[in-house]
């Protein structure tokens, strides 16, 4: 498995009416999936993408789809049999090769980029959409209504939107010439934060510590690095950077208009999940 006309307007009418008239049916019943037989197992992989990797090969050439494919650290007592899967280097080099090779580097890039998201369930989300990519080959990322399809669409397009958001919602402290900061996502953004803030901060040594997934964005002598960290204690903030806060605070005031305050439109603009980590909403929060 893994290896490496003249059209008139008026019939373009027709063929456009029969296209919208069957899409569903385009898109669900007549596009075939890899066949393989249902399992009554749920695969437990280390967490890692080999390891997920791996957990598409045994189903792959096990020839059996599990009901769950699950992280260690998230697996929960069941009545399903629980299958432990190894994590082989030469076995996820071969899948992850064999989805831009039997699919597209699209696909390669919609896979690595949703096991970062907080989608519920999407090892088995990625197993099935590519089961799906190696029946219909390149075409599978744009089959976009397709129900094996539309779940990682959704997932990278609420990761993306997050990321985009905190390029904007970082605030920095300085802490000993170091800029600090820290965030709470729900997707595992420091990816996809990491060149925005090199290349604005060329010339800083910084720290964002991801919250949620206990991670750090390192930069320091012109070198970015994500490491794992399991928490972190920023120092006190000295009388200068206490100063600084309150001019961003004082900043934030000035430029608003207050005849044209609107909380809810602040609300979907700025989600007050993010509050608690910039400066200028902090006094918000308190009310």
């Known amino acids: 498995m893994f290896g490496e006309g003249d059209v008139s307007g008026a019939g373009v009418e027709r063929i456009a009416a029969a296209g919208s008239r069957n899409k569903a049916e385009i898109t669900q019943k007549n596009l075939k999936t890899l066949t393989i037989k249902s399992s009554d197992e749920i695969l437990v992989y280390d967490g890692s993408l080999p390891g997920l990797y791996c957990c598409v090969y045994h189903a792959v050439y096990g020839k059996a789809k599990p009901v769950d494919v699950v992280a260690e650290f998230a697996a929960q007592p069941t009545l399903f049999a629980m299958r ?30 949703v096991f970062l998201t907080c989608c519920k369930q999407k090892e088995l989300a990625i197993l099935n959409f590519l089961l799906l990519g190696y029946a219909q080959g390149s075409k599978t990322p744009y089959l976009f209504g397709h129900r094996d399809v539309e779940p990682l669409l959704k997932a990278e397009k609420h990761l993306m939107g997050e990321t985009h958001l905190l390029k904007g919602f970082v605030r920095f402290s300085d802490c000993d010439g170091v800029l600090t900061a820290q965030i709470t996502p729900k997707n595992f953004v420091l990816p996809f934060l990491a060149e925005h803030f090199v290349d604005r901060y060329a010339q800083e040594n910084f720290l964002i510590y991801d919250k949620t997934n206990k991670a750090a964005l390192i930069y320091e002598s012109r070198r970015a690095r994500i490491v794992p960290l399991e928490g972190i204690e920023f120092p006190e903030a000295d009388e200068t950077e206490e100063n600084y806060r309150a001019l961003w605070r004082l900043f934030y005031k000035t430029i608003a208009i207050k005849e044209r305050e609107n909380p809810r439109c602040r609300m979907n603009h700025m989600p007050k999940r993010y509050w608690e980590n910039m400066t200028e909403m902090q006094e918000f929060l308190r009310r």
């Open 84 to 113: 432990p899967i190894a994590t082989e280097e030469d076995k996820a080099h071969r899948v992850r090769a064999s989805i831009s090779g039997k699919i597209s580097v699209r696909a390669l890039e919609l896979v690595e980029t």
